[in-house]
T-cell receptor
Framework: ETGVTQSPTHLIKTRGQQVTLRCSSQ?????VSWYQQALGQGPQFIFQ???????GRGNFPPRFSGLQFPNYSSELNVNALELDDSALYLC??????????????FGEGSRLTVL | GNSVTQMEGPVTLSEEAFLTINCTYT??????LFWYVQYPGEGLQLLLK?????DKGSNKGFEATYRKETTSFHLEKGSVQVSDSAVYFC???????????FGTGTRLLVSP
């Protein structure tokens, strides 16, 4: 059983650019969530995808968007990058359904630096 | 809205010392409560959980009790080890394990 994997692990962008972060869910999981963890802070919920549709969103602007693919992998896209977008972006997968709200399994994260 | 407040770190202890990391929460309804741990270079891992008042979660010698009257979920361990050095996050959710609200984290440093 493979865990949650994220890519890239580190990347540097400049203000105004766009970035795509990728996540492969743990085998058998149907739900993926994304969190932003700024330096010295706890993770903050960005959004969650279930069956390829957004299923809840935190307090993030529309320039944060995502996709979930039929194989349950996912992308997080951020347009018009700002300096404050510099953070560790965490992906977490889980199995949800039939009354289950399963444990989240987190990847190691993608560290984004915006200059 | 829902929120979690943790004691600031770092918490510095010698091996075999007693550990307490305080966590209080604000929430409507009856959330589930969690402690997650983040070891250096690794992702967040669930350490323990409690889903209703007076429940005690426990794992790897750590434990925490869901106290509704004091809205607290303090993490304790009787005898810490160097390998326990990590960042510990308290979190809550009103939707099972989903849509977690995290505290700011407490770094624990254990010296031999």
């Amino acid at each position: 059983e493979t865990g949650v994997t994220q890519s890239p692990t580190h990347l540097i962008k400049t203000r105004g650019q766009q970035v795509t972060l990728r996540c492969s869910s743990q085998s058998g999981h149907n739900t993926v969530s994304w969190y932003q963890q700024a330096l010295g802070q706890g993770p903050q919920f960005i959004f969650q995808y279930y069956r390829e549709e957004e299923n809840g969103r935190g307090n993030f602007p529309p320039r944060f968007s995502g996709l979930q693919f039929p194989n349950y992998s996912s992308e997080l896209n951020v347009n018009a990058l700002e300096l404050d977008d510099s953070a560790l972006y965490l992906c977490a997968s889980s199995l949800v359904g039939q009354g289950l709200t399963g444990e989240l399994f987190f990847g190691e994260g993608s560290r984004l630096t915006v200059l | 809205g829902n929120s979690v407040t943790q004691m600031e770190g770092p918490v510095t202890l010698s091996e075999e010392a007693f550990l307490t990391i305080n966590c209080t929460y604000t929430a409507t309804g009856y959330p589930s409560l969690f402690w997650y741990v983040q070891y250096p270079g690794e992702g967040l891992q669930l350490l323990l959980k409690a889903t209703k008042a007076d429940d005690k979660g426990s794992n790897k010698g750590f434990e925490a009790t869901y106290r509704k009257e004091t809205t607290s979920f303090h993490l304790e361990k009787g005898s810490v080890q160097v390998s326990d050095s990590a960042v510990y996050f308290c979190a809550l959710s009103d939707t099972g394990f989903q849509k977690l609200v995290f505290g700011t984290g407490t770094r624990l440093l254990v010296s031999p």
